[in-house]
C-alpha cells in the first residue's frame, strides 16, 4: 500500500470550505486528522500561529507544511501540484501528464452529451433534469463548488421547507439526487470554450480537454470586493467575504460588515452571535435589503447588537498578518456616495477601531471562460439568453449553449429562481440535442438564436 503524507485540516463548525477541503481529501482517497477549533482557544491559536497568523478555517497542512485555505487548496489541485505533493495519480482521471493534461500525450478528449459548469442550485436543478432526459451530463464543480449557497446559514425562502434548511444541506441534498439519476460531479474549473467547431472544445485550468454537444453555463457569481488598499492583504486576517466561514474567529470583536443589501443584513444578523458589536456600514440612505431583512436588523439595532452607519464608506483597512484588522478609514456625507465628493466640505474621514471587515456589496458574474466566444455577455459579463415566453428561453447567442442562474440573472438572485432556470436550461438542452446535427455542420451553422432587442 502506498504510503501518503501526514495531512492534517483544521476545520471548524459550520464551514462549508471545511467540508469542501474534507471532501476533496476524501474523494482522492487521502486519509486526514481534523482538528475541530470551534470552542477551543488552545487550538485555535495553534492554528493561527502555524497559518502564519491567518484566522480563516480550514487551514490545511501536507507533512507540517502550509498549503492554505480552501483557495489555495483547490488552486494547488487544479495544477497538479496537490496530487504531486500527495504522491498519487489524478483522482479526476486526468488522461495525459502529470498535470492531467490529455493533449499532447496522445490521448483523445473525453467526449461527453453535455457539460454543465457550476455546481451551485442552477447547475445542479440542470442536472437533475438533464440526468433525467439520459443526457449524460458531467457538473463541473467550478471554484467554488456548491455555489453562493453554501456560504449561507438558512434558507428560509426555499419552497417545500417549512422550518427552513441549512444551504449546505439543500445542495447536499440536489446533487444527490442529481448523482441518483447519474449525473457526475467533478471538480474543475472550465477555463476555455471553443465554439468554433461542433462538438465544443472545453479546456479546464489544469489542462485538461473534454468535447462536448452541449453546455449549460451555470458558472454563478463571486464575491465582489472594494478594490481599497489593506483589502488584499488582510484578506483571511480579518477581512472576509463570508461571514458563516469567519464569523465566529473574531469573536467579541467589534465588526464591519459593508453593504446594503440582502446578504449585508444577514450577514449583520449572524454575526451578532460572536460580535461585540457589528456596524451596518452602507454608502447611501436607502437599502435594497428585503423588508424582512430590515425588521430583523432593526430588532438588534434596538437590542444594541448593530449600529447602522448610513452614507458612509470604507476607504482603507489598517492591521497586520500578525495582528489581524486593527481600524478602518471611513468617509461619510449626509447625501451619501462620499468617496464621489471627496472635496466637499460636509464630507468627513475619520479612523473607526474595529477587529473584523466583512465585504457583502455584490457579485460578479463568473464568465471569463466565455469571453472569445460568440456567447453575448453585457457590460457587466452577464451572459444574456433569449428570454420571453416559450421554449428556448435560456439559448445564448451560441446554439448549443445555454445559461442558467445567477451568470445570467443580476435581478432576482434568488435560489428558488436559479433553480428554475436549471431546469428551464436542462429542458432547452434536451430539445437541442433532440433536433440538431450535433457534431456536424449544421449545428455550426445555425443562425444565432437572439435578436438584438
Ligand atoms: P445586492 O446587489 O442586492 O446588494 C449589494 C449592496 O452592496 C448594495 O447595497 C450596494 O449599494 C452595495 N455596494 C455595491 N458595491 C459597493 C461598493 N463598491 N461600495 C460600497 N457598497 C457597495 O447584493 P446581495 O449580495 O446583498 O444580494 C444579491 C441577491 O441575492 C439579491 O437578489 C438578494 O435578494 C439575494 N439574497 C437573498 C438572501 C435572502 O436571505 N433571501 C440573502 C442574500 C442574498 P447600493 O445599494 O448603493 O447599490
Redesign the pocket.
Known amino acids: 500500500m502506498t504510503e501518503h503524507p501526514h495531512v492534517e485540516i483544521y476545520t471548524k463548525e459550520d464551514c462549508p470550505y471545511c467540508d469542501k477541503a474534507k471532501d476533496l481529501f476524501d474523494e482522492k482517497g487521502v486519509e486526514y486528522e481534523t482538528y475541530n477549533v470551534t470552542g477551543d482557544e488552545e487550538l485555535f491559536e495553534e492554528m493561527v500561529e502555524r497559518a502564519n497568523g491567518r484566522k480563516t478555517a480550514p487551514e490545511v497542512f501536507i507533512d507540517d507544511e502550509l498549503v492554505g485555505g480552501w483557495d489555495e487548496t483547490s488552486a494547488l489541485d487544479e495544477t497538479g501540484e496537490l496530487d504531486e505533493k500527495l504522491g498519487i495519480a489524478r483522482a479526476d482521471g486526468g488522461n495525459g501528464d502529470a498535470k492531467g493534461r490529455s493533449e499532447g500525450g496522445g490521448g483523445d478528449p473525453e467526449h461527453r452529451k453535455l457539460i454543465v459548469s457550476g455546481s451551485g442550485i442552477a447547475g445542479l436543478t440542470a442536472a437533475i433534469y438533464a440526468a433525467r432526459a439520459n443526457n449524460d451530463p458531467l457538473v463541473l464543480q467550478g471554484d467554488e463548488p456548491g455555489g453562493q449557497l453554501t456560504l ?1 446559514t438558512e ?3 426555499y419552497p417545500g421547507f417549512p422550518e427552513g434548511i441549512s444551504g449546505p444541506d439543500l445542495i447536499n441534498n440536489m446533487q444527490e439526487q442529481a448523482e441518483r439519476f447519474g449525473a457526475d460531479v467533478e471538480m474543475g474549473i472550465i477555463e476555455d470554450v471553443d465554439d468554433t467547431s461542433r462538438p465544443f472544445r472545453v479546456e479546464l485550468s489544469n489542462g485538461k480537454v473534454f468535447t462536448t454537444d452541449a453546455l449549460i453555463a451555470a458558472s454563478g457569481a463571486s464575491a ?1 470586493t ?1 478594490s481599497i488598499p489593506g483589502e488584499d492583504e488582510l484578506m483571511g486576517y480579518g477581512v472576509s467575504t463570508c461571514a458563516t466561514c469567519d464569523g465566529a474567529f473574531f469573536r467579541d470583536e467589534e465588526m464591519v460588515v ?9 450577514e449583520a444578523t449572524f454575526l451578532t452571535k460572536f460580535a461585540e458589536k457589528v456596524y451596518l456600514v ?3 440612505e ?5 423588508d ?2 430590515q425588521d430583523r436588523v432593526q430588532e438588534k439595532v434596538e437590542d444594541g447588537d448593530i449600529e447602522i452607519m448610513k452614507n458612509t ?1 470604507v476607504t482603507e483597512i489598517h492591521g497586520s498578518p500578525e495582528g489581524g484588522v486593527s481600524h478602518v478609514k471611513m468617509v461619510t456625507h449626509p447625501e ?2 462620499p468617496t464621489e465628493k471627496p472635496d466637499h466640505p460636509e464630507t468627513e474621514a475619520f479612523d473607526f477601531d474595529v477587529g473584523a471587515v466583512f465585504l ?4 460578479t458574474p463568473n464568465t471569463g471562460y466565455l469571453e472569445g466566444t460568440g456567447v453575448r455577455l453585457d457590460e457587466d459579463g452577464y451572459i444574456r439568453t433569449a428570454g420571453g415566453k416559450g421554449g428556448g428561453q435560456t439559448k445564448t447567442d451560441v446554439p448549443g449553449i445555454f445559461g442558467a442562474g445567477d451568470v445570467v440573472d443580476y ?4 435560489a428558488v429562481t436559479a433553480a428554475g432556470m436549471g431546469c428551464k436550461a436542462a429542458i432547452d438542452a434536451d430539445e437541442y440535442l433532440e433536433t440538431a446535427e450535433v457534431g456536424g455542420a449544421s449545428a455550426a451553422q445555425e443562425s444565432a438564436a437572439l435578436s438584438d432587442d
Not at 258 to 266: K, V, Y
Not at 360 to 363: C, E, R, T, V
Open positions: 449561507t434558507v428560509e425562502n465582489r472594494l459593508i453593504g446594503g443589501g440582502d446578504a449585508a443584513f444577514e452602507h454608502r447611501r436607502e437599502f435594497r435589503a428585503e424582512y431583512w464608506e451619501g456616495r457583502a456589496i455584490g457579485h435581478h432576482y438572485q434568488q
